[in-house]
């Protein structure tokens, strides 16, 4: 049997050969029946003429229904201007005749889509969303481990809260207590560096708050990177590194799914390291003189981080927060934090967020004291303050919101395969 995808009919031309795949539209003109077919690996059109095919085949084509699963011999054609390839169909069997489809040509509201997402992940434009998701998964593992990175998967149930502040997923552990579901992998990844140097994480992340904005999952995936001996500033040019990196590997591997998604990949081509750096105090005298009521010692909104980078074309460092509004475990230098978060430009918020940690153990007994968090649950973490302490720095990625940026999609609802959000969690 000669079956070939979509995105290898190039290599083919001439031949007869066969495809399996789903009519995604489908016209007729009387004696000629033009079928859109997407295999999973690409797009094609094939064209059955009723005068070459037997009897069984044209019924089918006449039958034809959206959605439907087919299998088609047929003979591989060049378009005679574009770069193109459709089939001159030969033979065609339905593998199963779909009822009717409920995602139609017509608009559909968000809420509806959602509702069929299990559908809706057949839309080009969310085909071409997950793949370049892919490409920034496969990325990632590339570049981290040309780095010299260990992958070590931390836990998905959690003794404790990593961040203290945002609200956790909270279930009763067996004779155990509260378990939590993971909000971030950090803090066992700062036990993985000691033990490896260099490690990062990649997994499903939670988070309970109550934010209803189009940044916000209550599950989703964080890359989180762990560097020991590394301080505040390796830390950001190792992130600059990697976002430029992962933004090459879109440009070259997604050409198509850019152009369905009606992404500029000239506007991505200007991400390139270094990415520019404020202080927090910087950023907030830009975002006053921008027109916000921001005052200094706040933490920045949505709106925000949108306005600061309006004339942005890469991201933006904003690091040395004062330590009141951030994590236990950062470092201070001066009354701040030595951490920084990365916003993405076109209005796609934070995406990176991160620090040099704090490695004195005195100074960690202080802070979780401060942040009124149980000593005892946190001894593990102290021990690494004991036995060996370095200096050390990390940062963590929302896959999402990465993906969303690349995309130019504005809801990372849609850059998920199966978004969850506080009023969502079907299907
Ligand atoms: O800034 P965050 O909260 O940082 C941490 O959790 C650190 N412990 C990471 C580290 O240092 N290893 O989260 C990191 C990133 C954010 O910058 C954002 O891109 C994404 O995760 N993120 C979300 N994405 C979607 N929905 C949410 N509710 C998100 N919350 C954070
Ligand atoms: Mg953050």
Redesign the pocket.
């Known amino acids: 049997m000669n079956w070939v995808y979509l995105k290898d009919l190039k290599d083919h031309l001439g031949e007869e050969v066969i495809i399996k795949g789903w009519v995604y539209n489908f016209r007729s003109s009387g004696k000629i029946a033009f079928l859109q077919v997407r295999d999973g690996s690409d797009f094609a059109q094939c064209v059955a003429d009723e005068a070459k095919v037997s009897a069984e085949a044209w019924k089918v084509a006449v039958e034809m229904s959206l959605e439907s699963s087919v299998e088609i011999t047929g003979n591989v054609a060049k378009h005679p201007k574009k770069e193109e390839y459709e089939i001159q169909v030969a033979d065609l069997k339905f593998i199963q005749r779909s009822e009717e489809y409920p995602i139609g040509k017509k608009e559909h509201g968000e809420d509806f889509l959602l509702t069929n997402r299990h559908l809706w992940l057949r839309a080009p434009k969310q085909w071409a969303i997950q793949r370049v998701r892919n490409t920034v998964i496969n990325a990632t593992y590339e570049f981290l481990n040309n780095e010299g990175f260990i992958k070590m998967d931390s836990p998905i149930l959690t003794p404790t809260s ?2 203290g502040t ?1 609200e956790l997923f909270e279930m009763d552990y067996f004779d155990l207590g509260k378990a939590y579901l993971s ?4 803090l066992y ?1 700062e036990a993985g560096a000691m033990s490896h140097g260099k490690v990062f994480d990649f997994g499903p ?1 939670f ?1 309970a ?1 109550k ?1 209803k904005t189009r ?4 599950e ?1 995936w ?1 890359m ?3 560097m020991a001996f590394f301080d505040h500033a390796m830390s950001l040019e190792l992130q600059e590194k990697l976002i430029s990196f992962i933004v090459e590997q879109v440009v070259t591997k997604n050409k198509k799914e850019l152009e369905i998604l009606e992404r500029d990949p000239e506007v991505l081509k200007k991400i390139k390291a270094p990415f520019d750096r404020l202080t927090y105090h910087e950023a907030i005298k830009k975002l006053q003189d921008l027109g916000s009521d921001i005052k200094d010692g706040e933490d920045l909104g949505n709106d925000d981080e949108t306005l600061i980078m309006k004339d942005a074309e890469k991201p933006l460092f904003i690091e040395k927060w004062p330590a009141e509004i951030k ?1 236990f475990y950062m470092k201070r230098e001066g009354g701040l934090a030595l951490c920084a ?2 916003i993405a430009p076109e209005g796609h918020g ?6 040099q940690r704090e490695d004195d153990y005195d100074e960690m007994i202080k802070r979780l004291k401060e942040h009124n968090l149980p000593i005892d649950a946190f001894n593990w973490y102290l021990d690494l303050r004991k036995y060996g302490s370095v200096p050390h720095a ?5 896959l ?3 993906t969303g940026w690349m995309c130019g999609v504005k809801h ?1 609802r849609e850059t998920i395969p199966f978004p969850r959000m506080i009023n969502r969690i079907y299907p």
């Open positions: 990593c961040e945002t909000q971030s992998g950090q990844l992340t988070r708050e934010s940044r916000h999952l209550t989703f964080m989180d990177a762990e994590a978060d990365m934070e995406i990176i967020g991160g620090s990390g940062f963590g990625f929302g999402e919101r990465l990372v």
